[in-house]
Nanobody, 117 residues
Framework: QVQLVESGGGLVQAGGSLRLSCAAS????????MGWFRQAPGKEREFVAR??????YYKDSVKGRFTISRNNAENTVYLQMNSLQPEDTAVYYC????????????WGQGTQVTVSS
């Protein structure tokens, strides 16, 4: 069982930056594929970024602005978000996936990010 706790959300003006953190419980954190997702009001949850050990993948609209990273020694994954825009406003979720599984196995409770224009 893995528990994920996000932090770092908040209110920021357009063009600003935030860094989200996701702290994971468990001794096998380094084995998991970690992802960030977001859900805006009235919309479906969407993929934002993923890190497979060292390889990273991003939603096209965040490439060059967001950076996902992980610290396995601290059981933490980060999402550095720069040049934020109002369309980035959403609840951001951290998720963990066991390699080989089609779906993410564990989810955090989410953290709100609001970008004002």
């Amino acid at each position: 069982q893995v528990q994920l706790v996000e932090s770092g959300g908040g209110l920021v003006q357009a063009g600003g930056s935030l860094r989200l953190s996701c702290a994971a419980s468990g001794r096998t954190f380094s084995n998991y594929i970690m992802g960030w997702f977001r859900q805006a009001p009235g919309k479906e949850r969407e993929f934002v970024a993923r890190i497979n050990w060292s390889a990273t993948y991003y939603k096209d609209s965040v490439k060059g602005r967001f950076t996902i990273s992980r610290n396995n020694a601290e059981n933490t994954v980060y999402l550095q978000m720069n040049s934020l825009q109002p369309e980035d406003t959403a609840v951001y979720y951290c998720a963990a996936k066991i390699p080989g599984h089609a779906l993410y196995d564990y989810w955090g409770q989410g953290t709100q990010v609001t970008v004002s224009s």
